[in-house]
């Protein structure tokens, strides 16, 4: 069985130009003119791109005493409809502290429920022999990606002695760290002090974690690494200070990469000001929406290459889950959704504003994330040998977002009445057709699979050398001729 997706515009990170796909089984098996095949999927008026990678997910997490309540499937779906057709999730270690058991335990949850493909990152946060061991059976197992924590004092972060033991032991397994970056002891300190004033409101949410707070962790984030000989990648960048530290740290010739979210691209920390406390909470998440002048700094960052993938950081929680911070903005579950409006909010936000090409367009929602995380060209790739991981992009297609017409299982939306311009018309996941536009048919549960990613010694290598090469000289000294002292 073959299929042919037909008369459309191919958009990939370099080029665009028209030809049709053929796809044999799951892959791409040419690219030209005028393919035929027993299926057409039919791609007239519209572009054709890579499926979307999300790389920054949780779903089914536990976190902040309650589970995000997005699951594998119905997040997978909203996902597909989307666009997207790979997310990565983040495995945290549960209260033995095993990343193994972790791995296990979200495969457990994923298996036979997912309808994209999934991967996983694992976060580190503590520090020991036990971690030390498992993070080369958990890179053994697929995985070479390690989260960092610098917020969330006295539940998942990590201090920088042990941020150092991690990041070194990235460099020698050839993994790439990842850092949320936010100093977790100032934020602490301004939750105590509004908290004390009797300023509880999620607005104080934002006045807790100021850009401050991102730039200055983003910057020691960096030195670590660089300390460590390792590259380094900047999950959710929202503000210019942080910005600043990773298009600094690149001109020195430092491999790090950051990763905007669509949500600081399009909304601002307004949303926290809004006299409806639900409104408010729902959109509580670390970082904060930023001040408007933020934004312009993150898309020029994307547009000149400094900041290079877009993400959700979909972490979604109910209004009821929201209420638990009632009593206090420390308590209000952090984390918002995006995975199923991702592509279509950059595309109307970025392609239509001119802020993005079409071409950079795919760069930041695929291919260089594909390329960063070990997938590429398998995944983010339109060429002959590729999983037939294929978007027809309709950007005729018009919908306002609403809530109550999405896929996703929670009962509101960030971008609530957001007048989207193009949407996917048809999400093909490793050649079969999993979501078509105004067909009502859900994608279906079982479909996705796990992609293992190798462990990738060239950056981390070419660094690690590079350190060796400079590491400091001790000088031997003939014993003899050092003076016994006073
Ligand atoms: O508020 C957020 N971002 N929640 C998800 C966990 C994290 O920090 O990435
Ligand atoms: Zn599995
Ligand atoms: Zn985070
Ligand atoms: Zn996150």
Known sequence: MTTVVKGGTLVTADRSYEADILIEGEKIAAIGADLKGDKVVDASGAYVIPGGIDPHTHLEMPFMGTTTAETFESGTAAAASGGTTMIVDFV?????????????????????RICIDVGWHVAVTGWNETIW??????????????????????????????????????????????????????????????????????????HSRPPEVEGEATNRA????????????????????????????????MRVWGEPLVQHLTLDEGEYFDKDW?????????????????????????????????ATDHCAFTTAQ????????????????????????????????????????????????????????????????????????????????????????????????????????HTISRGTVVWSHGQNTRPSAGHGIYIPRPAFPAASKALSVWKELNSPRFIHRDPQNIPSGV
């Open 278 to 310: 639900d409104h408010a909470a729902r959109r509580v998440m670390s970082p904060p929406f930023r001040d408007r002048k933020h934004q312009d700094s993150l898309w020029a960052g994307l547009a000149a290459g400094s900041l290079q993938v877009v």
């Open 222 to 253: 960096i030195m670590i690494a660089d300390a460590a000989g390792v590259p380094l990648y900047v999950v959710h960048v929202s503000c210019e200070e942080a910005h600043e530290a990773i298009r600094r740290a690149r001109q020195k010739g």
């Open 133 to 206: 061991r498992e993070m080369a059976e958990v890179v053994k197992l697929g995985v070479n990606t390690f989260k960092h924590f610098m917020a969330y004092k006295g539940a998942l972060m990590v201090e920088d002695d042990e941020m150092y033991a991690s990041f070194s032991r990235c460099a020698e397994l050839g993994a790439l760290p990842l850092v949320h970056a936010e100093n977790g002891d100032i934020i602490a300190e301004l939750q105590k002090k509004f908290m004390a004033q009797g300023k509880t409101g999620p607005e104080g949410h934002a």
């Open 322 to 425: 929201k209420r638990m911070g009632l009593k206090g903005f420390p308590s209000i579950p952090n984390g918002t959704g995006g995975l199923e409006d991702r592509l279509a909010v950059l595309w109307t936000r970025g392609v239509e504003t001119g802020r993005l090409t079409p071409e950079e367009f795919v760069a930041v929602t695929s291919t260089n994330i594909a390329r960063i995380l070990n997938i590429y060209p398998r995944k983010g790739a339109l060429v002959p040998g590729a999983d037939a991981d294929i978007v027809v992009w309709d950007p005729k297609l018009k919908k306002t977002i609403r809530a109550a017409d999405q896929l996703s299982i929670i009962d509101y939306n960030v971008f609530e009445g957001v007048e989207v311009t193009a949407q996917a018309r």
């Open 92 to 112: 945290l270690p549960g209260p033995d502290g095993s990343l193994v058991n972790a791995l296990r335990d979200w495969h457990r949850k994923a298996d036979g």
